[in-house]
């Protein structure tokens, strides 16, 4: 079964404003992924954050992650209309477990 | 430095035949990752695998799905006796080391969409 759920499924904003998607999973990890994956394309790896660590940022993007609440969330300033794709968590084991991805879609 | 490339990009067949997926990870690479999804979904592993070594094939259905990766040549997916069900997106990923041990991460391909008609 999938570890990770993320949340909300669908999420349709403006250009400018800032998009936020969540991510639940069930056991425990080493760390945690995320990733793109542009329509009919393969993933693109945006940004790891291990198990030890709360908060990393890269360009645009803001990843927490609360190991005892078991979440973590992905935070995407001043969209784009590029930034529509479908994102999705992965938590590692011994091998990537994604969830069923949230759908951002920017309008410009 | 190439990233994973996968082929066909796009393959049809027909129920009752075989479909062959190749994956050639990223050079220096020796761990590979298969996946599949699902329209709207998200990816489901199927099998992990190192040069010669099956690691875990937990995800993979027991019958008519095979995988392999030898020491020469690219993982081969191998669907025996295709049927509708198996019409789906495989992505195969690369890592230079074991996932659990670093924080490496995997580097994907861009799919091979499997059709039966």
């Known amino acids: 079964s999938q570890q990770g759920e993320e949340d909300p499924q669908a999420l349709s904003i403006q250009e400018g404003e800032n998009a936020t998607m969540n991510c639940s999973y069930k056991t425990s990890i080493n760390n945690l992924q995320w990733y793109r994956q542009n329509s009919g394309r393969g993933l693109v790896h945006l940004i790891l954050i291990r198990s030890n660590e709360r908060e990393k940022h890269s360009g645009r993007l803001r990843v927490t992650l609360d190991t005892s609440k078991k979440s973590s969330s992905l935070l995407i300033t001043a969209s784009r209309a590029a930034d529509t794709a479908s994102y999705f968590c992965a938590t590692i084991r011994d091998k990537l477990i994604f969830g069923t991805g949230t759908r951002l879609q920017v309008f410009p | 430095n190439a990233g994973v490339m996968q082929n066909p990009r796009h393959l049809v067949r027909r129920r009752g035949q075989e479909a062959r997926l190749r994956c050639s990870p990223m050079?220096?690479?020796?761990?590979v990752y298969w996946y599949r999804q699902l329209p709207e979904e998200g990816l489901k592993f199927m099998v992990y695998l190192q040069k010669e070594n099956i690691i875990d094939e937990s995800g993979m259905p027991k019958e008519r799905f095979s995988a392999e990766f030898p020491k020469e040549g690219p993982s081969i997916l191998r669907i025996q006796q295709v049927v509708r069900g198996d019409s789906a997106a495989y992505f195969c990923a690369s890592s230079r080391r074991e996932l659990a041990e670093t924080t490496d991460t995997q580097y994907f391909g861009p799919g091979t969409r499997l059709t039966v008609l």
């Open positions: 050079k220096g690479h020796s761990h």
